[in-house]
T-cell receptor, first 111, second 114 residues
Framework: QKEVEQDPGPLSVPEGAIVSLNCTYSNSAFQYFMWYRQYSRKGPELLMYTYSSGNKEDGRFTAQVDKSSKYISLFIRDSQPSDSATYLCAMQDTGFQKLVFGTGTRLLVSP | GAGVSQSPSNKVTEKGKDVELRCDPISGHTALYWYRQSLGQGLEFLIYFQGNSAPDKSGLPSDRFSAERTGGSVSTLTIQRTQQEDSAVYLC????????????FGPGTRLTVT
């Protein structure tokens, strides 16, 4: 079993929809939780990060972490065609420098 | 400012040949990471450099893989005697010491071993 599980999709939604992307994990030592966006043939771009449990909002994006359930989410409001990309969750233990990534969810937002 | 740059952007090589991949981190970033992204596998950690400390090589898949970082800046990832399973996108990232969880990625080098 992988440390971080993420549904690969694709997830297809119409423009304006609310999108929910999720990851589950098994390592209770993870303290930092990140979401990256990756366009085709580009490097991942950091969207948001959260320390420990709780919510964080940035514009149309909201990240949630529930450490008791080992479950993290990224919500995208008023989705746009330009949001079409692969979204990768990543996690880090405070004792280690490497990020552990999910496999990514491909999102398609149609006009 | 300039982001992380990597070269070449694409590399096609024959099985058994050696390849070198280069990474230029963001100026002032002391930490540098290499990851590998294979189709359907997500990003896999390879190696981490922090300042003058000994690198964390725990993710290197075999002794055919090595990396060095000269002068605390540019890094080179070398793959010797390439195999077809080495085909992947090799991504470099850097971060400041304070924001190590905020890793900024380059565009990657797409390696194809024929």
């Amino acid at each position: 079993q992988k440390e971080v599980e993420q549904d690969p999709g694709p997830l297809s939604v119409p423009e304006g929809a609310i999108v929910s992307l999720n990851c589950t994990y098994s390592n209770s030592a993870f303290q930092y939780f990140m979401w990256y966006r990756q366009y085709s043939r580009k490097g991942p771009e950091l969207l948001m990060y959260t320390y420990s449990s709780g919510n964080k909002e940035d514009g149309r994006f909201t990240a949630q972490v529930d450490k008791s359930s080992k479950y993290i989410s990224l919500f995208i409001r008023d989705s746009q065609p330009s949001d079409s990309a692969t979204y990768l969750c990543a996690m880090q233990d405070t004792g280690f420098q490497k990020l552990v990534f999910g496999t990514g969810t491909r999102l398609l937002v149609s006009p | 400012g300039a982001g992380v740059s990597q070269s070449p952007s694409n590399k096609v090589t024959e099985k058994g040949k050696d390849v070198e991949l280069r990474c230029d981190p963001i100026s002032g970033h002391t930490a540098l990471y290499w990851y590998r992204q294979s189709l359907g596998q997500g990003l896999e950690f390879l190696i981490y450099f922090q300042g003058n400390s000994a690198p964390d090589k725990s993710g290197l898949p075999s002794d055919r893989f090595s990396a060095e970082r000269t002068g605390g800046s540019v890094s080179t990832l070398t793959i010797q005697r390439t195999q077809q399973e080495d085909s992947a996108v090799y991504l470099c990232a850097s971060s400041s010491r304070q924001g190590r969880y905020e890793q900024y990625f380059g565009p990657g080098t797409r390696l194809t071993v024929t």
